[in-house]
């Protein structure tokens, strides 16, 4: 049809549609999802990775324990466990895996497979105890790194995207870390969190609007596309 095409990266476009949605300008970001777990923040054109998930991202994590104990995929495995949690009454201690800047989730996920099994069957806990452990201690994790990321870069504000972003007792940590450093969380819901068209479109339209297009014969799916590796020459240096 003669009408170009723009390769986008998934990450960033997570990041734009963030932006836009919620009109902050240069923040801390949080890219949580099924496939990635990432602190990321802006500078010369691109945004650098500050911190992840050195093995499963987080939502990987929390889908895999939502097959152990049997919730159901409708809507999603994600939000059985968040809505499972809101009952949950003791918290039980989980591995806490911080390296530096990075993130470990298998060791937990493995444990909690194994511990929450026995504590099931024992009575010792409930599948709503083990889903508010889990989240309370992925989400400490996470707001740590996030809070040393918002340290080392001078910001006051913090945008959480991806499918786990959506994620309302996340919000609520964040909220209070930020809020004690006189800052700001931008969070949106699952419209621009999850997956969507409208996040690549504005993206593309970004890169297309600063002369980038991609030739047919490099429009490949690479899975590997880190997002410190697209140049974002729509924003200033």
């Known amino acids: 049809w003669g009408v170009p095409i723009v390769g986008v990266n998934h ?45 499963i991202a987080v939502g990987n994590a929390l889908d895999r324990f939502a097959r152990v104990i049997k919730l159901s995929n409708d809507p999603s495995p994600g939000y059985n466990i968040e809505q ?7 918290y039980i201690e989980l591995p806490y895996v911080v390296k530096g800047m990075d993130v470990s989730f298998s060791g937990m996920l493995t444990h909690i497979e194994q511990e929450g099994k026995r504590m099931l069957d024992s009575g010792e806990a409930t599948a709503a105890d083990l889903c508010y452990s889990l989240q309370e201690t992925i989400f400490a994790m996470l707001v740590e790194i996030t809070e040393r990321a918002m340290a080392h870069c001078g910001q006051n504000s913090v945008l959480i995207v991806g499918g786990v972003g959506c994620n309302r007792r996340l919000q609520e940590m964040m909220e209070v870390m ?4 006189g800052g700001s969380v931008c969070a949106m819901d699952h419209r621009y969190c999850i997956d969507n068209g409208a996040m690549i479109a504005q993206a593309g ?6 002369g980038y297009e991609t030739p047919i014969v490099d429009t490949t799916v690479t899975q590997r596309f880190r997002t410190d590796q697209t140049e974002v020459k729509w924003r200033e240096p």
């Open 84 to 90: 499972l949690a809101k009952k949950g009454t003791k």
């Open 11 to 55: 990450c960033v476009a997570h990041i734009e549609m963030g932006r836009v949605a919620t009109n902050v300008h240069d923040p801390v970001v949080l890219y949580v999802s099924g496939g990635n777990t990432q602190v990321i923040a802006y500078s010369m054109q691109r945004y650098h990775i500050f911190g992840e998930t050195i093995d």
């Open 205 to 210: 339209v970004m890169a297309y609007q600063q």
């Open 178 to 181: 930020v809020a004690d450093r």
